[in-house]
């Protein structure tokens, strides 16, 4: 690590590395170029100067925490640790010069270039969508509007979720939070179901339903219409043409690169920032990370563009030692995500495709509980037995066990009969490990019993 007591004198005079963005992706980068070399770093955000946790935003709305307590370093860590700060906006990039121009009038000199600027919702050139109260929720604008046009369910008496994705429920349980009347628009025939099997879709299509939000399945909306002072009025409903009042609209239907900045440079774009496996772009000394960045080669069966908080995590990562000297390709490893359906928790290793996509070969085993919103759904080759994946809904798992199973080609039996090593629900939670293999035996005619082997032994040599 540098020693900032030992800083030169020609401090400004180092190679200089630019960053635009400081989500997860920028500031991961630029902390471990730091680890490992005294090279001039400068972060450039247009929309705040400190970092912050997206994925806290709603925190805030719902009154579990403050904006400041988003924030994982205290506003003294950059200058301690001689990481520059810049508020603007990027309006062009010059290659050729390697230099950045702003919309105030001003410009930056860089060596190497990383682009890290995330994701921005999509809009799909709907009447209105640029209304006052609508918003997504991706930027710390839009929790402000969230505030400004949904404080409470007397200035906001009706909200409309356009797209049923991850941020569209957190969206709906955080204006729930407030007692708001929400009406959300998913295409789907249910909900998600381009990712989640049919078996767990369901169970979260009548989730939400119990939480009394009004879901519309295989709606689209085809309006949104203003009032007299350009603020939301209603939304009209495509394929009925029902008008549903409403004071705030939240756009949640996918993300797009946030790129608009470069298309006229000689950066290769497609939807994204093109880059190799060393996410270097078509022009020496400009990379993309994050959100943004399109890989040109397929990694085993991720997407080319992945806005995942922890992949943009390890790409800054790896990233920082090409930069530093040691040329180093970008490997994500299994796939791996997590996330909260309302009050389920539900987590996925390796693949398991929902309907549409799923591999002739895939198939599946799903176990659901005969009560509970709970259940796991097992993905493996249907002529080797190989195991694919694993999808759990209300039941904790250990992240580096199903890694480990997966890297050692694990067949489905053998994952069945070691599921309790992997349970990391707390203690007196119930266990229902014996329940799964008696389905899974009477369903496959198998004769499987429950092990457990000891935990420290899992990862051991021997």
């Known amino acids: 690590m540098f020693n900032f007591d030992l800083i030169p004198n020609n401090y400004q005079n180092m190679e200089h590395i630019v960053i635009i963005g400081n989500g997860i992706s920028g500031?991961?980068?630029?902390?471990?170029?730091?680890?490992?070399?005294?090279?001039?770093?400068?972060?450039?955000s247009a929309e705040t100067e400190y970092f912050f946790s997206r994925t806290a935003l709603m925190y805030v709305y719902m009154g579990h925490m403050r904006?400041?307590?988003?924030?994982?370093?205290?506003?003294?860590?950059?200058k301690k640790n001689q990481i520059e700060l810049k508020k603007g906006y990027v309006k062009s990039v010059?290659?050729?010069?390697?230099?950045?121009?702003?919309t105030e009038g001003d410009s930056l000199k860089y060596d190497?270039?990383?682009?890290?600027?995330?994701?921005?919702?999509?809009k799909f050139g709907w009447p209105g969508q640029d209304l006052e109260g609508v918003l997504g929720m991706y930027h710390k604008h839009d929790l402000e509007n969230l505030e400004k046009f949904a404080p409470n369910n007397k200035i906001c008496k009706r909200a409309v979720i356009v797209g049923g994705g991850l941020i569209g429920?957190?969206?709906?349980?955080?204006?729930?939070?407030?007692?708001?009347p929400v009406t959300f628009l998913v295409r789907e025939d249910s909900f998600w179901n381009g990712v989640l099997p049919e078996g767990e879709s369901e169970i979260i299509n009548q989730h939400i339903k119990n939480h009394h939000i009004d879901l519309r399945l295989s709606h689209n909306l085809k309006e949104i219409i203003p009032d007299e002072n350009g603020r939301v009025k209603s939304i009209i409903i495509e394929e009925t043409g029902e008008e549903i009042e409403c004071s705030v609209v939240g756009l949640t239907a996918g993300v797009t690169?946030?790129?608009?900045?470069?298309?006229?440079s000689e950066i290769e774009t497609a939807k994204g920032v093109k880059v190799n496996r060393y996410l270097e772009t078509n022009i020496i000394d400009v990379y993309a990370i994050g959100d943004c960045a399109e890989q040109h080669e397929r990694i085993d069966q991720r997407r080319p563009?992945?806005?995942i908080w922890y992949t943009g995590r390890m790409m800054g990562e790896t990233l920082a030692q090409t930069i530093c000297g040691s040329k180093t390709?970008?490997?994500?490893?299994?796939?791996?995500?997590?996330?909260?359906?309302?009050d389920i928790e539900y987590q996925t290793y390796g693949w398991v495709f929902g309907k549409k996509g799923r591999p002739e070969y895939e198939k599946h085993f799903h176990w659901k509980h005969y009560k509970e919103n709970i259940c796991i759904t097992v993905a493996f080759h249907k002529d080797t037995n190989l195991f694919l994946g694993i999808n759990t809904f209300g039941i904790r798992m250990r992240h580096n066990i199903f890694d480990k199973w997966l890297t050692e080609k694990r067949d489905v039996d053998y994952v069945v009969s070691y599921l309790k090593d992997a349970n990391f629900d707390p203690e007196f939670y119930s266990a229902y490990e014996s329940d799964i293999i008696t389905q899974y035996n009477a369903e496959f005619n198998t004769k499987l019993t429950a092990y457990k082997k000891s935990w420290k032994r899992i990862f051991s040599k021997t």
Request: proline content about 5%; overall charge positive; aromatic content about 12%.
């Open 67 to 78: 904006f400041e307590h988003t924030q994982p370093y205290e506003n003294w860590f950059w």
């Open 27 to 44: 500031v991961t980068v630029a902390r471990h170029i730091r680890k490992l070399s005294d090279k001039r770093i400068t972060i450039i």
């Open 305 to 307: 563009i992945e806005a």
């Open 112 to 122: 190497k270039l990383i682009i890290a600027t995330g994701s921005k919702p999509n």
């Open 329 to 342: 390709q970008y490997k994500p490893g299994h796939w791996f995500n997590s996330a909260k359906f309302l």
């Open 94 to 102: 010059e290659t050729k010069n390697k230099r950045l121009h702003f």
């Open 257 to 264: 690169p946030n790129i608009d900045f470069i298309k006229n």
């Open 169 to 180: 429920i957190e969206l709906a349980e955080m204006l729930k939070s407030r007692n708001i």
